[in-house]
C-alpha cells in the first residue's frame, strides 16, 4: 500500500511512495522498462529526485511518515510522570523500524566537567558587537572563576580585575567593550581586551540582586533600596541616575528586554550572523523603559517605569511561597511576565495597556517542578525565536508562537538544572552551558517543536510491542524475511531491548508460526511480570490456524538482562490476544476468552534458553465470540473486541473460578482497537474497519436488568483513519493546580487528530473542579489528563488524543465547534458535519457527542474579525441554552442545573458575554493538552 503516487510526463513509469521513506518504481511501459524495484530514500531529508526520460523534480520539504502504526506503548522513562514517550511499531518489511516519539527537547552533549557547587553562570562576549561568546563566569560560594575558550581549546583563566574572592551576583557585557560584574560589595566595569579595571563603586550596603543589559544596571540593595545606573553613551563609568527605597526587601528583578536583546545571534539558521560591519543598524544605546520586580514580604511582583522607577501596578501572586525570579518577555506587540516560585511553580501574566493604564491580566498558574524556578532569556539556536530557559528539577524552555505561550521539557538526565546560560562559541557554537549540583555541561538543543521522532532500524516488519518497567525492557514480535535459493521466506521471531534500545536477546519462533499477540502480565504466584506471546500456525490449507501456543518468558535480573522462556502451552487455535486480569492470564483463543493460572513447579527443565519452571493451566472460559481479536482488563472485568460483535463485557470471579458475559453492544462493528477510558466510570472506546470512533457504556448501577446487559452507544464519529491500536495515556504531563488559576502545562506534545469525547462525569471526576465557564476554571476539560487521557496510532501513522470532556466542557467546546463550521470552508463542498457522520454496512447516524479538536483549534490562526464574529455566535449558542428561569432545555446536549447557574453567574441579563480573549484562552489551554 502507498502514500502518494506520482507519473512522469511520458505516462511510461509511475513512482508509489511507500511507508518509511521508501519508493517503488512501476514500469507501465514495457518497453523502456520490464522489472519494477524500490529506491530507498534519505529519512532526514529528500534534496532532490530526478525522475526517468529527463523529468527533474525538486523536493522543496519532506515529512517524516511513521506510518503504518501497527501498535504501540506509552512509557513513563523517569517512572515518576515528568517524561513519557510512545513506542511504535512502524513500517514494513526491510523498512520496519521503532519509532521513539516524545514530548520535549534532547539536548546532545558536546563537553562536560565535573565542577561541584556551580552558584550563577554567564557568558561573555570580547566585545557587544563580536560575534561569538568567550567567556564563561562561574559563581560559587566563596569565588568567582572564568572559563575562556582559546583556539580549539576551554580553560580556566585569570581576568586580574574581576574580584575573584567573592560570588557574583550578576555578569554581563555593556557597551564599549566592558564587562559588568556584580558582587554583594558593590559593582565593576572591567575593559574585555584589556582586562583593565574602569570603574568600581560601593554603596556601603549589601547588594542582593542585579540585573543589566548593555547601559542599563539595576540594583537591590538590603532594606528594599533599588538603584538605576546607566552607562552614558561613550563613557565608561556608571552614572546613578535614580534611588527610591521600597517598603520591603527585594526577591527578584528583571529589565523588558530591548529589541537588539530579541535580535537573532545564532548562525546555524542560515542567517548572516551578526558582526561588526553589519551592526550599524543596530541602536546598543537603546534603554528600556520597564522594570519588573518580585518581593519577598507581601509575596507581589510589581512594575515600574524606567528611569523614574515609579511604581506603574503590582499584583498579589496569591499564594504563601516567595518568587524566585522573573523575566519579562516581548512576543511583537504582547509583553509577558513570568514568575518563578519557590516550590516550582511558574505564574504568568500578559501586561494590557489597552485602557490606558498598565495592568497584568490573564493570570495563570501551574507546576513546572519541585524546587526554586530561574529564568534565562536565549535564542534558539535553529529556529532563532526568543525564549525562556527555566532552571529547576524539571528544567524547561518556554516559548511564544502565535500568542501562545508554550513549554518543552528538557530530556536531560541529571536531578536537577540549578544554571543556564547560551554559550555561542567558535567551539561549541549554537550551544547551552547547563549546570547541576555537581557538572558543567556544554550542549545543543534540539529543535523547539511539539514532538521528537527517533528511529530504531529493525530491517524487519515489527508487529506488537510491550514494555516491562520493572525490568526495563522492551519486547517485540517482528516478521523478518530471509532470502534463500526458493526465493524469500518471511520467518516470526520475539526480539528484546533494554531501555536504550540496544538488542539483548531473539527467540525465534518455528516455521510457519506467526506471532500474534504480546503483553506483560502479573500472575498472582510469581512476584515479577513475565512476557506473553500468543502465535498462531498458518497453513495455507485452513481458513484459520488450528494450532497456536503461548509462550511466557522471564527477565533475569542482572546487566545482561537475558531471556529465559519458563512456561509453554499447546492451543487449538491462534491466541489473537492476550491481558493480565486479577493475578491471571485471559487470552482470545478464536472464539473463546480463556483464563489460565500460572502454577510454580517444584523441578526445573533447563535447555539453552528455556527453563520450563511453570506451567499454565485452563481456568475457565466463555465461547459466545465470532473472534476475539482484542482483550483489555480492569479490575476484574474483560472487554472483548470481537471481529464482528462490536463491544462485550465479561467478569471474572476469581473465588469461583467463573467467567461470565454481563452485557454487549448489540450494534454490529468489525473492531480493529478497543480501550478503556481511565478515570471514568465504565466507559469503553471502539474503533471499527469503517473508519469510525465510538464508545459504549455500562450501566450495572441501572434498576432495569435489560438496560444492565447493553452497553450503550455514547459516542460516534467517523475519523476517516483505520486505528490499529489504542493505549491509555499521554504523553503531556498536566501540573498539579491551585485555587484561583488555569492550568499550565510543563511540557507539550502533538496529535495528529485531536478529539474529545462527551462521558459521564462519574465518581472518578474531579469533585472540586471549578466548571469552565468560571473566570477561574481549573481545568479546561473537568478531567485529570494523566487519568483520562486516551491515545490512538493509526494505518497512516497518525497518532491522536481523545480526551473526556466533563459536560460543562462539552457545550462549551460544541459552541465553538458550531461558531466555527460557519465560517470553515468546506473542501470541495463537503460539509465538516457530513465528512465526522458515522457510517458502515448496516446504519449512518449524526457524529454524537463528540468535538473535532481540529476545527476547534482553528480558531487559533483567526484574523480579528472572523474572532469577533465567532464570539458572537457562541454566546448566542450558550445563551440559547438557558431559559430565563436559568433552567435547562430538556434536549440531550443542553446544559444541566449547575452549568446554567455557572454560565449566568453575575450576569444581570442572564445573557452569556464571553469576550474573543476569554474564549481564545479556553481552546488555548485545551492546545496544550495533545
Not at 33 to 45: D, Q
Not at 182 to 187: I, K, L, R, W
Not at 588 to 611: H, P, T, W
Not at 675 to 690: K, S, T, W
Amino acid at each position: 500500500m502507498g502514500q502518494r503516487a506520482f507519473m512522469d510526463p511520458d505516462y511510461r513509469i509511475m513512482g508509489l511512495q511507500l511507508y518509511d521513506s521508501s519508493v517503488k518504481i512501476l514500469p507501465l511501459d514495457k518497453a523502456s522498462m520490464n522489472e519494477a524495484f524500490n529506491i530507498s530514500l534519505e529519512e532526514n531529508r529528500i534534496l532532490d529526485m530526478k525522475f526517468l526520460h529527463g523529468w527533474h523534480v525538486d523536493v522543496l520539504d519532506t515529512f517524516l511518515n511513521i506510518g503504518p502504526i501497527l501498535d504501540m506503548c506509552v512509557v513513563d522513562n523517569e517512572r515518576n510522570g515528568s517524561q513519557k514517550q510512545i513506542v511504535t511499531c512502524s513500517g514494513y518489511d526491510r523498512m520496519g523500524s521503532l519509532r521513539v516519539i516524545r514530548s520535549g527537547i534532547g539536548i546532545h552533549e558536546q563537553a562536560s566537567m565535573e565542577i561541584p557547587g556551580i552558584k550563577g553562570l554567564w557568558s561573555l562576549r570580547v566585545s557587544e558587537t563580536s560575534e561569538f561568546d568567550k567567556f564563561l563566569i562561574q559563581s560559587f560560594v566563596g569565588e568567582t572563576r572564568v572559563l575562556s575558550i582559546e583556539g580549539e581549546e576551554m580553560g580556566e583563566v585569570e581576568i586580574p580585575s574581576l574580584n575573584s574572592n567573592a560570588p557574583s551576583l550578576f555578569c554581563g557585557n555593556m557597551a564599549g567593550g566592558l564587562m559588568l560584574q556584580v558582587t554583594a560589595a558593590g559593582v565593576r566595569l572591567i575593559d574585555c581586551n584589556t582586562f583593565e579595571l574602569a570603574f568600581e563603586h560601593f554603596f556601603g550596603k549589601n547588594i542582593t540582586v542585579a540585573t543589566a543589559n548593555l547601559t542599563q544596571v539595576v540594583l537591590a540593595l538590603s532594606g528594599g533600596e533599588l538603584v538605576y545606573m546607566e552607562l552614558p553613551t561613550g563613557s565608561r563609568h556608571l552614572q546613578i541616575v535614580h534611588q527610591t527605597v521600597l517598603d520591603q526587601d527585594v526577591a527578584c528583578l528583571s529589565l523588558k528586554p530591548t529589541s537588539y536583546e530579541t535580535l537573532p545571534t545564532s548562525s546555524s539558521s542560515g542567517n548572516d550572523a551578526m558582526d561588526v560591519d553589519e551592526t550599524a543598524a543596530v541602536n546598543f544605546q537603546e534603554k528600556t523603559t520597564l522594570l519588573a520586580v518580585g518581593m519577598w514580604t507581601d509575596n507581589t511582583v510589581r512594575l515600574f517605569a524606567v528611569p523614574s522607577m515609579e511604581e506603574i501596578t503590582r499584583n498579589h501572586l496569591e499564594t504563601t511561597t516567595q518568587s524566585r525570579d522573573v523575566v519579562l518577555i516581548t512576543h511583537g506587540e504582547q509583553v509577558f511576565v513570568f514568575v518563578g516560585m519557590g516550590d516550582g511553580a511558574l505564574i504568568t501574566y500578559t501586561l494590557d495597556a489597552s485602557s490606558g493604564s498598565v495592568q497584568l491580566t490573564n493570570r495563570r498558574k501551574g507546576i513546572l517542578g519541585t524546587r526554586p524556578i530561574t529564568f534565562t532569556r536565549f535564542h534558539s539556536g535553529a529556529s532563532n525565536e526568543l525564549c525562556v530557559f527555566a532552571s529547576c528539577d524539571r528544567p524547561t524552555v518556554i516559548y511564544i508562537r502565535n500568542g501562545k505561550i508554550l513549554f518543552s521539557m528538557l530530556d536531560i538526565q541529571t536531578e536537577e538544572v540549578t544554571n543556564m546560560a547560551s554559550f555561542h562559541s567558535e567551539l561549541f557554537p549554537d550551544c547551552l552551558a547547563l549546570t547541576s549540583d555537581n557538572s558543567l555541561l556544554i550542549g545543543t538543543v534540539e529543535d523547539i517543536q511539539k514532538m521528537h521522532v527517533r528511529t530504531i532500524p529493525l530491517e524487519e516488519g515489527p508487529r506488537r510491542i510491550a514494555y516491562s518497567p520493572e525490568h526495563g525492557v522492551y519486547a517485540v514480535l517482528s516478521e523478518k524475511t530471509i532470502e534463500n535459493e526458493h526465493g524469500g521466506e518471511c520467518r516470526n521471531r520475539v526480539l528484546f531491548f533494554n531501555e536504550a534500545f540496544e538488542q539483548i536477546g531473539v527467540f525465534d519462533l518455528d516455521y510457519l508460526e506467526q506471532g500474534c499477540s504480546l503483553a506483560v502480565c502479573h500472575f498472582t504466584d510469581s512476584p515479577k511480570p513475565h512476557f506473553v506471546v500468543g502465535t498462531g500456525q498458518v497453513v495455507a490449507e485452513e481458513l484459520e490456524p488450528s494450532r497456536g501456543r503461548i509462550l511466557i518468558f522471564d527477565i533475569a535480573s542482572g546487566d545482561t538482562k537475558k531471556y529465559v522462556m519458563v512456561a509453554e502451552r499447546d492451543t487449538k487455535a491462534a491466541v489473537y490476544s492476550l491481558t493480565g486480569v486479577s493475578g491471571r492470564l485471559a487470552a482470545g483463543i478464536a472464539n473463546r476468552v480463556q483464563i489460565f493460572k500460572l502454577l510454580m513447579k517444584d523441578e526445573q527443565i533447563s535447555i539453552g534458553n528455556y527453563l520450563i519452571q511453570a506451567e499454565l493451566q485452563p481456568e475457565c472460559s466463555v465461547a459466545e465470540h465470532i473472534m476475539v481479536l482484542y482483550l483489555k482488563a480492569h479490575g476484574d472485568y474483560l472487554v472483548v473486541g470481537d471481529v464482528h460483535r462490536s463491544i462485550s463485557l465479561l467478569k471474572y470471579k476469581p473465588l469461583e473460578s467463573s467467567l461470565e458475559e454481563v452485557a454487549r453492544d448489540f450494534n454490529s462493528n468489525m473492531m480493529r482497537a478497543i480501550e478503556i477510558v481511565p478515570g471514568v466510570d465504565d466507559q469503553f472506546l471502539g474503533a471499527d474497519d469503517h473508519a469510525n470512533i465510538f464508545a459504549v457504556k455500562y450501566r450495572g448501577s441501572s434498576a432495569s436488568e435489560e438496560d444492565q446487559s447493553k452497553l450503550s452507544v455514547t459516542c460516534e464519529y467517523h475519523l476517516g483513519d483505520y486505528v490499529n491500536v489504542m493505549r491509555q495515556g499521554s504523553i503531556v504531563t498536566q501540573p498539579i493546580t491551585t485555587e484561583g488559576a488555569t492550568v499550565l502545562p510543563s511540557s507539550s506534545s502533538s496529535s495528529a487528530a485531536a478529539s474529545a469525547m462527551d462521558v459521564d462525569s462519574g465518581n472518578n471526576a474531579a469533585a472540586d473542579a471549578i466548571d469552565i465557564f468560571h473566570p477561574q476554571y481549573r481545568t479546561v476539560t473537568g478531567f485529570q489528563l494523566d487519568r483520562n487521557s486516551v491515545l490512538f496510532g493509526t494505518i497512516s501513522g497518525m497518532i491522536g488524543s481523545i480526551l473526556p470532556l466533563s459536560e460543562s466542557s462539552y457545550q462549551f467546546f460544541a459552541a465553538v465547534q458550531s461558531a466555527m463550521r460557519k465560517v470553515y470552508k468546506p473542501v470541495e463542498g463537503l460539509l465538516h458535519e457530513e465528512w465526522r457522520t458515522f457510517q458502515n454496512d448496516y446504519r449512518t447516524g449524526a457524529v454524537k457527542s463528540v468535538i473535532d479538536g481540529d476545527v476547534v483549534e482553528a480558531l487559533l490562526d483567526m484574523d480579528r474579525a472572523s474572532l469577533e464574529a465567532v464570539t458572537a455566535d457562541v454566546n448566542d449558542h450558550l445563551t440559547g441554552l438557558i431559559q430565563p428561569t436559568g433552567s435547562s432545555h430538556g434536549a440531550p446536549n443542553s446544559v444541566n442545573s449547575e452549568s446554567a447557574s455557572a454560565l449566568i453567574t453575575s450576569l444581570a441579563t442572564g445573557r452569556v458575554n464571553f469576550s474573543p480573549e476569554e474564549i481564545l484562552r479556553r481552546v488555548e489551554d485545551i492546545s496544550r493538552l495533545h
